[in-house]
């Protein structure tokens, strides 16, 4: 039986254990359908022709785990940003994990999608809020819609800004011989509110592990937020990470995306401007090697007039890794005044990796200014010269330069403890020791 | 401590070094001075084991040993600087971080353990002091929105924390004003010693009156034409160079 078939087939099994009463489940199951009908992406749709699902379909993923799996702290502190304090909400092959985790109802909801889509005191929450942004169209969207029942809730209401920021994590154990996870979040920050979230995978397995994520976030007026993802997973684990934000007037949106590892990770990050006056920035740093391939896919909807938009990708590509990059930019008619940037850099330093990137860009409005630019490249040989004639050896000033290239990716990150972690992954991802930290 | 014997360097095919002989002792200052286009930096960049120039002919030796095989690293942890007439610009890493990696990179290739941190900080302030550098200036990321003074006077500072057998200053003097003049040459004077040598490549006098070289050598169409003592140097300042290009044809 392929993916497809077992995931229809599993979805009756889900049915019981599941409130089929809930209007949510109305919503399931009409995600599934969609997903029945138009299956998985193949190369053949413009939007998946560089990256190809059919070898994770053959694989026999188990779509609900059999048993719980503990795991010590210390095991697995080293994935935390565990010099400052966080919320941290943690899953263990896809359950949830209260022993790792440091949840919160002191003045916002830092919890579970499981106690959001099953107690009443969320329903106008969830009624609200609940698929309004995720797509009703993309199959694999639908896939997660249609199985949603556990993941992050987080909802901070007006004016408030939770003491730390929050990290998700999820662990995969290899307790199965191949691993489908999906989980789902909803992340609300009301007016002039303020979040900061780390969100992670990582499998301490050498088994497949298969993620199919989708968050949604809303930005009310007046809001800040600020994602980090931090992709640097093991090597058979692949990750397709849907991410819908709907943003509203003066609000502020960061997504910083960091991919170091994986097998497959698909990065589909779509922004939709309701509002004026708003800016939505996302950055990222790519650093692959091995046969590793990350594919990032962003949209950004200018649909209101005065708003800005900041794209900057940056990309280190050596032995046979791949990337894409695909940067869509809408502007509407009357989304006039509107400032869309948008940057994507790139250095092979194989002969054997491949980037493949391309603006989109589809402008309706005639009072605009929008940016775009491009670059796959080498390491500059004057600037290799001047630091090996200080002494620093061919590989480490490779990496010197590599770090400076990726560096201004780094500059608006604002956890210091995290910017620190980044640095030591790109230190250890050029595989050097420069004698002092990033 | 540098021998030059009858280096020829092309780049892509076209010959720029046609033939240079040169020997710098220890203890001395040698200036090369010439036109545009004579091949000076070339000649820089060659000592300094740049790859993108071909040796074609002749060789270039430090202490007695053929630098042909040498990687630039090598050649910088043999004591041979180069002060670089456009200094590369590196985002996110500290002056006082790329002086660690250097200084340590050439202790670990000469077997030795790495400079206690202490000590570093030490180095860097009193060196840092004999530039006229800020403190804050060295947590700045390297060259990155210097001036071009700044540039060269970080240029100086970096050879003040390696301590070279051989500086070679490319162009040190260009874009900088009389007051930044006087503190590199300072610094360089003081850095000189009967055990080190400077190469100073030069368009004008002017830096020579700070630094006063035993030697001037002027350097045409990728030969050595003339070579003086320093009175050389006024006299080109006074007469230019195109007596010079005249004598080089006959």
Not at chain 1, 229 to 235: E, G, H, L, S, T
Not at chain 1, 298 to 303: A, F, G, P, S
Request: net charge negative; hydrophobic share 40%; proline share 3%.
């Amino acid at each position: 039986m392929d993916l497809k078939d077992k995931l229809i087939s599993s979805f009756m099994a889900f049915e019981n254990n599941v409130d089929i009463d809930h209007p949510v489940h109305d919503v399931r199951t009409e995600a599934i359908k969609n997903f029945e009908q138009k299956g998985f992406p193949s190369k053949k749709d413009e939007a998946w022709k560089y990256t190809s699902l059919n070898k994770l379909q053959k694989i026999d993923f188990s779509i609900f785990p059999k048993q719980e799996n503990a795991l010590d702290y210390k095991d697995v502190k080293k994935y935390f940003i565990h010099d400052i304090d966080t919320y941290k909400i943690v899953f263990i092959d896809g359950i949830y994990s209260s022993y790792l985790s440091e949840t919160t109802h002191d003045g916002v909801d830092i919890c579970l999608m499981s106690a959001a889509l099953s107690k009443p005191m969320y329903k106008q929450i969830i009624d609200v809020y609940f698929n309004k942004v995720a797509s009703k169209e993309d199959s694999l969207t639908n896939l997660n819609t249609a199985f949603s029942k556990e993941g992050a809730y987080i909802y901070i209401p007006k004016n408030k800004m939770p003491k730390k920021p929050v990290e998700i994590v999820h662990f995969a154990t290899g307790n199965e011989a191949a691993l489908m996870l999906q989980p789902r979040n909803l992340i609300v920050v009301e007016e002039n509110a303020e979040i900061q979230i780390i969100e992670r995978h990582q499998s301490l397995t050498t088994n497949e592990v298969l993620t199919n994520s989708v968050t949604e976030i809303f930005a009310a007026k007046s809001a800040i937020i600020d994602y980090y993802k931090v992709q640097n997973d093991a090597q058979k684990a692949s990750l397709i990470d849907n991410t819908y934000i709907n943003q509203k007037d003066k609000s502020f949106v960061n997504v910083h995306t960091f991919s170091f590892g994986g097998k497959l990770t698909r990065n589909n990050l779509n922004f939709y401007q309701n509002g004026e006056y708003m800016d939505s920035t996302m950055k990222g740093v790519t650093i692959l090697g091995e046969k590793q391939h990350v594919d990032h896919h962003t949209l950004v909807h200018h649909i209101q007039p005065n708003c800005e938009s900041h794209q900057d990708y940056k990309g280190i590509y050596g032995e046979n890794a791949t990337g894409v990059f695909n940067g869509k930019i809408i502007v509407d008619k009357i989304a006039q005044k509107t400032n869309a940037f948008q940057q994507n850099n790139n250095i092979l330093i194989s002969d054997k990796a491949t980037i493949n990137t391309k603006p989109q860009l589809e402008i309706f409005a005639d009072d605009v200014k929008c940016s775009h630019g491009c670059t796959i490249g080498q390491l500059d040989e004057d600037a290799m010269f001047y630091l090996q004639s200080r002494g620093i050896p061919e590989k480490e000033a490779r990496a010197l330069l590599m770090y400076a290239f990726a560096n201004n990716v780094l500059e608006s990150v604002r956890i210091p403890e995290l910017k620190v972690r980044i640095n030591k992954l790109i230190a250890k991802k050029l595989g050097v020791n420069l004698g002092f930290d990033l | 401590m540098l021998k030059i014997n009858d280096l020829h360097a092309s780049i892509e095919d076209k010959e720029i070094l046609k033939g240079i002989n040169l020997s710098v002792n220890a203890g001395e200052v040698h200036a090369i001075m010439g036109p545009n286009g004579s091949g000076k930096s070339t000649l820089a960049s060659v000592i300094a084991g740049k790859e993108e120039f071909e040796v074609t002919k002749g060789s270039v030796a430090l202490d007695g040993e053929n630098l042909e095989d040498a990687a630039p690293e090598e050649r910088a942890h043999k004591g041979v600087f180069l002060s670089f007439q456009y200094p590369v610009e590196i985002p996110g890493v500290s002056v006082t971080n790329f002086m660690k990696t250097a200084i340590n990179e050439s202790r670990k290739a000469r077997g030795e353990a790495d400079m206690p941190a202490n000590e570093m900080l030490k180095l860097i302030r009193e060196k840092a002091e004999l530039l006229e550098i800020d403190r804050k200036f060295l947590s700045r990321s390297l060259n990155e929105g210097f001036s071009g003074g700044e540039k060269k006077r970080n240029e100086i500072f970096q050879m003040a924390m390696l301590e070279p057998k051989l500086a070679i200053l490319d162009e040190t003097d260009s874009g900088l004003d009389i007051d930044a003049l006087r503190i590199v040459a300072n610094g360089v004077n003081k850095l000189k010693s009967k055990d080190n040598a400077v190469v100073v490549i030069t368009h004008y006098q002017r830096l020579l009156e700070y630094i006063v070289p035993d030697f001037v050598h002027v350097l045409y169409n990728g030969k050595i034409v003339k070579s003086g003592g320093k009175e050389l140097a006024l006299e080109l300042e006074a007469k230019g160079y195109d007596w010079l290009k005249n004598e080089a044809v006959v």
